[in-house]
């Protein structure tokens, strides 16, 4: 956190060879989870708003950080908690940047809309979100193709039943 103080006070970081870089029109966004624990187990009675939603986060971050760094910090944004629709899209995107370095290995890759729904299901974890997403879709994929029976396939099908599987081309 002190390189950030160094950062959002003079707008610029030298590293100890004596660079230095620029960092005047730079904007920096940070993400935590900071202040989740405490959202997520709020009791509100009567009316609920954003903005005391964001003020248990502030409330939060308050007790986290020092006040030199608490002071520095433009804005908050809340982001609203991940929904099964928009992990759904997101693991899309990351199964189409798979095929896409697969593809580029020299090996096609398809991924059934079955076996997409069941991971979907069991990657699906509401507390973390998509953070552990890319990894659980590597790991199942990689799995599958590094099989011993599928070594010398250059086009792997991957299906679900009671399983993932290597689906035979028809």
Known sequence: LNL??????????????????????????MTSNIGCKEYMNKKTIGFNSP??????????????LSPEFCNRLDD???????????????????????IKAYKESGIGL?????????????????????????KNLHNTVNDITFQEENYSKTNIIID???????KEES
């Open 76 to 98: 908050i944004i809340l982001f609203n908690k991940i929904d099964k629709e928009s992990f759904g899209k997101i693991l899309q995107l990351e199964i189409d940047n798979l």
């Open 51 to 64: 903005k005391n939603d964001i003020d248990i986060i502030k409330k939060s971050i308050k007790t986290k």
């Open 160 to 166: 679900y039943d009671d399983g993932f599987y290597c």
């Open 4 to 29: 950030l103080l160094q950062i959002m006070d003079d707008r610029r970081l030298t590293d100890s060879s004596g660079n230095t870089v620029d960092f005047s029109n730079t904007l920096i966004c």
């Open 110 to 134: 398809q991924i059934t809309y079955n076996a997409i729904q069941q991971m979907q299901q069991l990657f699906w974890d509401e507390e973390n979100g998509v953070r552990w997403i890319r």
